[in-house]
């Protein structure tokens, strides 16, 4: 009769066991699923900060390496044990996920700025609005593609950079890039020397702000077409299509830089003439 006391007991105590170990191991899988989703989430975020608090806390969460096979195996200390890391586990990961979601808003989700009227910050909102389905619509010559401009501060610290993007892309680095076709390879070396040329007139244009710096209508035209290019720049993240949209205002910039050049070329073969006459009069 003890016997089969005994042997009821110990059955009674392997099916605890068997349970015990069914439930760890469906924690343990929940838990290594929101790892994992976690950590794909963590990867994307850290592609628009990497120098973010997000790597600490990456390596801060612990990896749940539970040998399940084994929790039938174990005693019931042991069990509780790994009930009490799984539970740690997760408060882990909770707290994680809380860092995750409020830095997912602060980059995905626009931030609204108080003291900026409605109609500026509706413009602004738009812009962020299509600049993303850009980025989404993907291709070859995608530029900044996880800088999210998603307030008017953010526009405002992007300025510089959208300043060199609007005047200097295709940057040399595109100019030999393998592209998706022959044709492409060529196009680009052939964008590449258009492309020196037009940093030569830019560098004119710049040295001609000095010397037109009291002139109203020059002002005017440069404001404008500047306006214009930094506003595609700021809408258009692909190299590509924002070379075909700032063509016009991008053209009107580069002309006064060349006909700037062009006019210092005459005025310098203006003075060699001048000083060879003088010379050879003498």
């Not at 969460?61 to 200390?77: F, I």
């Not at 009227?117 to 609005?129: A, M, R, S, T």
């Not at 307030?151 to 060199?164: E, N």
């Not at 258009?236 to 910039?253: A, C, D, E, H, W």
Request: some cysteine; hydrophobic content about 40%.
């Amino acid at each position: 009769t003890k016997a089969a006391d005994t042997i009821k007991v110990a059955a009674k105590t392997m099916v605890t066991l068997r349970s015990i170990s069914a439930k760890l191991k469906k924690i343990h899988n929940d838990l290594t699923r929101r790892q994992i989703a976690q950590d794909a989430m963590q990867n994307k975020l850290l592609q628009y900060t990497p120098g973010s608090n997000l790597v600490a806390m990456k390596n801060e969460v612990k990896k749940m390496e539970v040998p399940e096979e084994n929790n039938e195996r174990l005693s019931w200390a042991d069990l509780e044990k790994r009930l009490q890391a799984l539970f740690q586990c997760e408060k882990e990961l909770e707290k994680s996920q809380i860092v995750l979601e409020q830095t997912s808003k602060s980059i995905f989700e626009w931030a609204r700025t108080p003291y900026l009227p409605d109609f500026i910050e509706n413009k602004l909102y738009g812009v962020w609005g299509y600049r993303g389905g850009a980025v989404r619509t993907g291709g070859n010559t995608v530029i900044d593609r996880y800088i999210s401009l998603n307030s008017a501060g953010a526009f405002i610290r992007y300025f510089p950079r959208a300043l060199q993007v609007g005047f200097l892309s295709p940057f040399p680095s595109e100019w030999f890039r393998t592209g998706s076709t022959p044709a492409t390879n060529i196009g680009k070396k052939i964008m590449g020397g258009i492309m020196i040329l037009f940093y030569i007139c830019l560098a004119f244009f710049i040295r001609g702000i000095w010397e037109y710096r009291k002139n109203i209508e020059f002002w005017i035209i440069t404001f404008h077409s500047t306006f214009g290019l930094i506003v595609f720049t700021y809408v258009y993240p692909n190299v590509g299509t924002l070379s075909r949209m700032r063509y016009g205002f991008y053209m009107v910039i580069m002309g006064i830089g060349f006909a700037f050049a062009i006019q210092k070329l005459i005025e310098s073969r203006q003075k060699i003439v001048l000083i060879s006459k003088n010379s050879s009069k003498r």
